[in-house]
Nanobody, 124 residues
Framework: QVQMVESGGGLVQAGGSLRLSCAAS????????MGWFRQAPGKGREFVAA????????YYEDSVKGRFTVSRDNAKNTVWLQMNSLKPEDTDVYYC?????????????????WGQGTQVTVSS
């Protein structure tokens, strides 16, 4: 089992940057595909990015490609989401998620473990 805590959210102006962190505890962090999702009030969780177990496979939702970068350090049990050139439409609660295995997963209901979420607000 994996427990995760996100941090790094906040209020930023359009064009600014934030770096989200997700610190995991538990065993065998490197066995897990890690994902980032976001959710607006009243809407479902939307895939943002994912990173493979070894960190070489990187996957992004089209609207964040070229602006967001996902990375991980298995020795530190941590995954990050660097968000640059932020837009007001990026405003959401951001969640990290984990699932065992190799195959990339794009649907929120394929993930088994979730953090509590961190609010990102981008002002225009």
């Amino acid at each position: 089992q994996v427990q995760m805590v996100e941090s790094g959210g906040g209020l930023v102006q359009a064009g600014g940057s934030l770096r989200l962190s997700c610190a995991a505890s538990g065993h065998s962090f490197s066995d897990y595909l890690m994902g980032w999702f976001r959710q607006a009030p009243g809407k479902g969780r939307e895939f943002v990015a994912a990173i493979s177990r070894n960190g070489y496979g990187l996957y992004y939702e089209d609207s964040v490609k070229g602006r967001f970068t996902v990375s991980r350090d298995n020795a530190k049990n941590t995954v990050w989401l660097q968000m640059n050139s932020l837009k007001p439409e990026d405003t959401d609660v951001y969640y990290c998620a984990a699932v065992r295995g190799y195959a990339v997963r794009y649907s929120w209901n394929d993930y088994d473990y979730w953090g509590q979420g961190t609010q990102v607000t981008v002002s225009s």
